[in-house]
Every structure is written in C-alpha cells, then in structure tokens.
C-alpha cells in the first residue's frame, strides 16, 4: 500500500510544453512526489488543430518528451477526451492529484475523487486582472495597454533539474500513432526548411531576436519580406516560451525600445481576455450589426484566394508563403486578410477557418481577433471603410519588390479591379445598415 506521499501527480501539459518558467512543473519537481507529465491529444471537445499546427505539435511534443525523459520523468500521450483520459490515469496510477497551467482557452479538467491545483503561465496578466477604474473587464486595447504596462507579470521560475518518475512504468501512446504530420501533396518541406518546433528553438529565436532586429521592432515590424518580425509567435502558441521570459529579457535587452514589441505581446493577452468572454469568437462577430452583412458565395474566389491567384502580387505572395512555410508576415497577413472580406465579399469565418488550418501559429484568441479586426466587425476594430489598397501597400512595404519576387513572381489578370471592389464594399456595409 503506497503512502500518501508516495502517490504520484498528474502533471497535465497542454499549451504550455517547455521546462522552463513552467509554473505547474516548477511546483511540482519541489513538491517531491512523482510526477507524470501528461499531454492529451483531446479533439472531443476542443476545436482540432490545423495541419500545419499539427506538424508543429508533433516536432514539439518529439522534444519535450525527450527533455522530461532526461530529467528522469518521460512524457505520456493519450488520446480523446480529457476528463476521460484523466480518469484512465488515476485508475492506472492511483494518482489523487492533476495540476495544470491555467489557459484562457482550455476549460479546467476534473476527474471523479481527485483533487486539482492551477497556477498561472500561459499569459502575462490573467483574465480579470487588467480592469478598468469600475472593474470592467477592457473592450478597447488602448486603455487595456495602458493599465497593464505598468503591471509587472511577476517572477519567472528556472526549468527544474531533475523530476521523481512513478514507481511503476505507465503506458503511453506512441507519438508517430497520432499521424500529427501532414500528409498533403507537397508534404512539409517548407515548414521543415522555415522552423525547428521546440522549447531550445524558441529559446535560440528569442535570443536572435532581442540580439539583432529589437532595436528597430517599431520601425520594420511591418517590411513585407518579414526581417524586421520576431518570429516568435509560434513558440508563444504552444507554450515553448514563456510570455513573462520573453517580457523581461525583452525589458533587459531594448529598455525604451522594447516597448513597440511588449505591446505586440500584450496584445495577445488582449485576444485571450476577450476570448475569456466570447468563447465562440471564432464564429460570431462581435459588433451584431454584422450579422446582417450580405456576404457574397463565391466558391471560385475564395479557392483563387487561398491558391494565390488573385492577381494582386502582395495578396498572392502572402496566399503562397502561407501554403508552403505556414506563416505570414504582420503587414501581408493583414493585406491579404482585408483582401478576402472587402474586395471579394466573402465571410471572414472562412479566412479564419483557412488560417486555422495553415498556419503554424494559429491561435485560439489571435486569429480570430484579427480576422474580425480586418473585416470590422470586432471589438477596437479597424472600420470597414478603411479597405487596403493592395498595390499601394505592395508598394510602401514592399518597394523593391523582393518579396512578390520570391513568392508571386509571375503575372496574373486581377480577378476584380480595385475602384469596382472598393465601391461594391462599401455598397455592402451601406446596405448593411
């Protein structure tokens, strides 16, 4: 009969897969008692990931399993429901605890007679900590910037040494059995040659960032052909960095320049605060005049958008960057975003949806955030009648032409001409009303 003491903890990792400043594993490596770290593949009852977040997915899970593995605890993998698999555990362990890292996206697991323990990492602020003088949750990012910039997200904690393995081996699933790679004809050659998943990755590109392009985030933050980004975004997805490891190795690094990047990180606090409230953001438009909106169905437009064959050289270069590494550039991500719900008329929903699934740092809170951005229709949104003009934008962010060179280099009629999109967008929101 096992003491209480011995009785091991269910360490529940979801998007948080890294050691270091992992609030959840942190306590419990102190805590003394084994641990069995646990991922669980759950698309019951959470929204299944894309193809290229899976691609990422398999390459992270590969390497932290082999990072717990080293510090004397392997990683076990289950599939289906979470509570469920949960359950399975407890029966096979005899576990009486799980602990997990609250995320604002993922609803808190439970099993029948055990007890559970959340701690705070997957964001900088939670939600319900940054509100305004009336206690009102914030529904404009500006003010929300303003409150939370001067909230320190508190101490980080360095990745345990060592972690106390269950006294009996347990069965886990075997990763290459989820089939988590893509299986599309061209395979993954583009997002194995553009990213390493990974907590030691994420860490190297952190560091590359704040060592090379921090100083000048504000000013080339929007170049087309990406150098001026800090490609972090991934790595922030699932939880390989840590949002507060990245807050203040950032404050350390670029003092006063820091912050035209910190406000980029902030606003993906911002999305999750509000995801907190409107679970279903990825499907209904925040401001409800929207729900009238007389979107076109146009199955031919929207298959020209995602290919990249739209004839606008900025919009298609961003369309087949997308495909091949999984992710776009800040500026062209917006370009080709606006491009979709204005001048072609086509519900957001389905941008988002195909966003989703391409690309590697689709996020539960962001991608929906800046969808509805883009079409106006969400909350601190950029109004619809601000429609881009994507050979003007080509032309500011992209003026020597290297980046439609690299990705859209040949020359295709425009599937619709600017002024007569312009003028039917409009149209439509007048309509609207």
């Avoid at 960032?209 to 990406?226: I, N, P, Q, S």
């Avoid at 020359?411 to 312009?422: D, F, K, M, S, Y």
Wanted: a neutral charge; aromatic letters at 10%.
């Amino acid at each position: 009969m096992m003491s209480m003491y011995e009785l091991p903890i269910l360490l529940l990792l979801r998007a948080d897969l890294r050691l270091d400043d992992n609030p959840a594993l942190a306590a419990a490596a102190d805590d003394g008692r084994p641990v069995i770290p646990v991922y669980i593949l759950d698309d019951d009852t959470r929204r299944p990931l894309g193809v290229a977040a899976r691609w990422w997915l398999h390459g992270s899970l590969e390497r932290l399993g082999a990072t717990l593995a080293a510090l004397g605890s392997p990683l076990i993998l289950r599939r289906g429901a979470t509570e469920a698999a949960l359950a399975a555990l407890v029966d096979e362990t005899g576990a009486t605890e799980v602990w997990w890292n609250h995320h604002p996206d993922i609803g808190h697991p439970s099993a029948p007679g055990i007890a559970t323990r959340a701690f705070d990492g997957c964001v900088l602020w939670p939600p319900g900590d940054v509100v305004s003088g009336g206690g009102t949750p914030y529904k404009v990012f500006t003010p929300f910037w303003k409150t939370a910039s001067g909230i320190d997200p508190g101490v980080t904690r360095a990745a345990p040494r060592g972690l106390r393995p269950p006294d009996a081996p347990v069965a886990s699933d075997d990763l290459r059995s989820w089939a988590l790679r893509p299986t599309r004809p061209d395979g993954a050659d583009g997002l194995c040659a553009a990213w390493t998943p990974g907590e030691a990755a994420g860490q190297a590109a952190l560091e590359s960032f704040l060592a090379t392009r921090l100083d000048r985030y504000g000013v080339d933050r929007d170049r087309a052909d990406g150098s001026g980004s800090a490609r972090l975004s991934p790595y922030l997805r699932f939880g390989e960095l840590s949002p507060r490891r990245v807050w203040h190795a950032a404050l350390c690094t670029g003092g006063d320049a820091a912050w035209s990047f910190l406000r980029q990180v902030a606003w993906r606090d911002f999305a999750f605060h509000q995801l907190a409230r409107i679970p279903n953001m990825a499907e209904v438009p925040l401001r409800p005049t929207f729900e009238h909106f007389p979107w076109r169905d146009d199955g031919n437009d929207f298959a020209a958008w995602t290919r990249g064959h739209t004839g606008y050289p900025l919009v298609d270069a961003a369309m087949r960057q997308l495909w091949v590494e999984g992710w776009i550039p800040n500026r062209p991500r917006m370009v080709a975003g606006s491009f979709l719900v204005k001048h072609l008329l086509l519900p957001w929903q389905w941008g988002e949806r195909w966003f989703w699934d391409c690309l590697v740092d689709a996020c539960p809170a962001n991608n929906p955030m800046g969808w509805q951005w883009v079409a106006g229709c969400g909350i601190d949104a950029a109004p619809y009648f601000r429609i881009f003009n994507p050979t003007a934008q080509a032309a500011k962010f992209d003026p020597g032409g290297t980046y439609v060179r690299r990705w859209a280099a040949d020359a295709i009629h425009p599937i619709v001409g600017h002024r007569a999109a312009r003028a039917r967008a409009l149209a439509a929101m007048k309509a609207m009303d």
